[in-house]
């Protein structure tokens, strides 16, 4: 077993992430989209650090940044760990840059401390996940795993009408052209030639992500450390409920059919079922609109979308399913008219049992207070669950607050996760036998 990290990891991650706040558009909290100067800056930044710290830097064609410490008996695998370095609008300092900067900690004193790992290990920093300029989400671990071909990008348009493939054009990147700065590039080779390759990877033996929790779990259970057994699967629709505008003061009240009305008691019997159903089931119906929203005039058609969210398929389908057949119900009983579009339809991500338990193991030997659980939001770690082991670590956000310049972690739970990430990365990376190691 590996012994804690020296007392000034801690604060190397720390002045890293203070490092990484600072690339941000004006505002208050973080504001770091993809493909802006802000984004340029920060993967630049990363870039000049890991080759600072002795690892081999790149950056594939849509802007992920690799730092890779090789191993003594490479068999053409990787063990990756990271997250994402884009922010949402006015978001705080932990959000992805977390899990990039205690992977590039954790790397940095692995090798100080034991030198050449026998598995290779890379630090990724990828270039999007949260959906925030684009229409898209995943944009760099999508590409990373076969989700995206790449070619979205010319039809992809952001608020002010630029393309995806524009916004790469103009950081260097997607034409084979690499936004290397000239201190990182001497470190981008390998065997001397230049890794100029796509996106997409068939290599990679394991994912571990370190993630804020952006829940209040940890918090309200006084753990420092979640071992995430799984990310929730989501179903979204959209959801009409139509019924007759007509004017409100010569309408009487048992000649109406009020789509507004209506769709208040689906709201309500959508409330009723969740709660009914319990954790880790979550339901939200986030936007309403009204037509034709006159303060004279009956509702005649009202929209609203639904998100539904639990970690296990049968059990989200068999939900979604009863819910609908009452929307259905409720709808009918009124003379109202129901069309429910299906948006969007993922699966649950389960993540690897042996990775979770050699967490759950790590955390025991440290003494570290830690919880099973699961995740209701979406990280990059998703999409390398069906392809390999995935694994993902959690620390306390407080007050469950995150997309928010109140977003905030201890020092205390931020060393935690770094402690765990890293005793994890050495059993892969160190040791004969990988995560079984004890
Ligand atoms: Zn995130």
């Not at 039809?155 to 916004?167: K, V």
Request: charged share 20%.
């Amino acid at each position: 077993m590996m012994r804690p990290l020296p007392q000034e990891a801690a604060g190397e991650l720390l002045e890293l992430l203070e490092e990484l706040a600072a690339f941000s558009a004006p505002g208050p909290g973080v504001t770091r989209l993809l493909y802006t100067p802000e984004w340029c800056g920060a993967q630049h930044f990363l870039q000049e650090r890991m080759a600072e710290l002795g690892l081999e830097v790149r950056m594939d064609q849509v802007g992920n940044v690799y730092g890779r410490l090789a191993g003594a008996e490479p068999d053409g695998k990787v063990i990756l760990t990271g997250s994402h370095i884009d922010t949402v609008m006015n978001g705080g300092r932990y959000d992805g840059a977390y899990g990039v900067a205690a992977a590039i900690t954790a790397l940095h004193y692995l090798r100080m401390i034991f030198g050449q790992p026998l598995r290779t290990l890379e630090v990724v920093s990828f270039c999007e996940e949260e959906g925030s300029r684009f229409p898209l989400t995943f944009w760099g671990s999508g590409n990373v795993t076969g989700l995206y071909k790449g070619s979205e990008a010319a039809g992809c348009l952001d608020a002010e009408g630029i393309s995806l493939a524009e916004a790469m054009s103009a950081c260097g990147l997607g034409n084979g052209s690499l936004a290397v700065p000239a201190a990182a590039a001497s470190a981008d080779t390998e065997g001397g030639r230049r890794l100029t390759g796509g996106a997409l990877r068939s290599d990679i033996a394991a994912y571990v992500e370190l993630h804020i929790e952006q829940g209040i779990t940890l918090e309200r259970s006084f753990r420092s450390i979640g071992v995430v057994q799984a990310i929730a699967g989501q179903r979204r629709y959209l959801v009409k409920v139509s019924g007759t505008a007509n004017h409100a003061g010569t309408t009487p009240m048992g000649l109406r059919r009020d789509a507004l009305a209506g769709a208040a008691e689906l709201l309500l019997a959508l409330e009723r079922y969740a709660i009914a159903e319990g954790d880790p089931l979550v339901a939200t119906a986030g936007r309403l609109e009204v037509y034709p929203g006159t303060p004279n005039v009956i509702p005649g058609e009202v929209q609203f979308t639904l998100d539904i969210r639990h970690s296990e398929a049968g059990a989200l389908e068999r939900f979604s399913s009863a819910l609908l057949a009452e929307f259905a119900a409720l709808s009918g009983r009124r003379g109202l008219a129901l069309d429910v579009q299906p948006v969007l339809a993922t699966l649950p991500s389960p993540m690897d049992q042996e990775l979770c338990a050699a967490l759950e193991d790590i955390c025991r030997q440290q003494g570290m207070p830690y919880r099973s659980m699961v995740s209701g939001a979406g990280h990059d770690a998703q999409l390398f669950a069906p392809r390999c082991p995935a694994a993902m670590i959690f620390v306390p956000s407080r007050a469950g607050i995150s997309h928010s310049p109140e977003e905030y972690t201890s020092p205390e739970d931020l060393a935690a996760g770094l402690e765990v990430l890293t005793a994890m990365l050495y059993r892969l990376a160190y040791t004969e036998n990988g995560a079984a190691a004890t």
